[in-house]
Structure formats: structure tokens, C-alpha cells
Nanobody, 125 residues
Framework: QVQLVESGGGSVQAGGSLRLSCVVS??????MGWFRRAPGKEREGVAAIYTTSGSTYYADSVKGRFTISQDSAKNTLHLQMNNLNAEDTAMYYC????????????????????WGQGTQVTVSS
């Protein structure tokens, strides 16, 4: 059974940084991504990477602040989050899937088959 395990969440003050990690138990998937769900809001795509080419995609709200990267040798996905603000407070989920994503599809959850349990990020202002 495929497992995705996130880590690295926590509480930080506005302007601070956190680095999330996601270890995938078995395969290296074509696409991997990070999603988040804030209280009272719908789940939204944060960033994704097409692992074959290394192409990356970001939500407008995090461009220039967040960086997604992969360590394929370790089946690990990272999300470096800098200059955090209160609007980044959410549960963050790692996702992986066999589909090829691009700029117009990466933020649709349906393209990802496997999900982690989430790691909480709380930013205080």
C-alpha cells in the first residue's frame, strides 16, 4: 500500500520559514504536489512538480515565497516556505499521481491518486 508521510509543519511567526517534506513509500510518480485546506475554505493547490522534467507550478498566492523540489533518490518531496503570513495557515497535504500535469491542470486534485494525512502549518501575525 502506497503511503505518503508529511513532516515539517509547525507554528511560526509571520515572516518566518518552514520546510515541509513528504516521503513516498514505493514509487516515484509522474506528478507530485502540495495542497492545503484552511479552516472554512476549500482545498487549494499550492505547488506541483512534473517529476520527469522537473517543471514546477505555483499558486499565485505563493509565487516567489514557496519552492517545491524533489529528491527522487529518496522518493521525497519538499516545500520550502519563506516569508509566511497568516493566510498560509492551513493543513498541508502531499499528493502524488501517475498523470502528467501542466500549467492548466496541476491544481486539480483529481489528477493525484495518493494523499498524505497532512501536516499543520500555523502562522501567527
Amino acid at each position: 500500500q502506497v503511503q505518503l508521510v508529511e513532516s515539517g509543519g509547525g507554528s511560526v511567526q509571520a515572516g518566518g520559514s518552514l520546510r515541509l517534506s513528504c516521503v513516498v513509500s514505493e514509487y516515484t510518480y509522474r506528478s507530485m504536489g502540495w495542497f492545503r485546506r484552511a479552516p472554512g475554505k476549500e482545498r487549494e493547490g499550492v505547488a506541483a512538480i512534473y517529476t520527469t522534467s522537473g517543471s514546477t507550478y505555483y499558486a499565485d498566492s505563493v509565487k516567489g515565497r514557496f519552492t517545491i523540489s524533489q529528491d527522487s533518490a529518496k522518493n521525497t518531496l519538499h516545500l520550502q516556505m519563506n516569508n509566511l503570513n497568516a493566510e498560509d495557515t492551513a493543513m498541508y497535504y502531499c499528493a502524488a499521481g501517475p498523470n502528467v500535469v501542466h500549467g492548466g491542470t496541476w491544481y486539480y486534485a483529481v489528477y493525484y491518486s495518493y494523499w498524505g494525512q497532512g501536516t499543520q502549518v500555523t502562522v501567527s501575525s
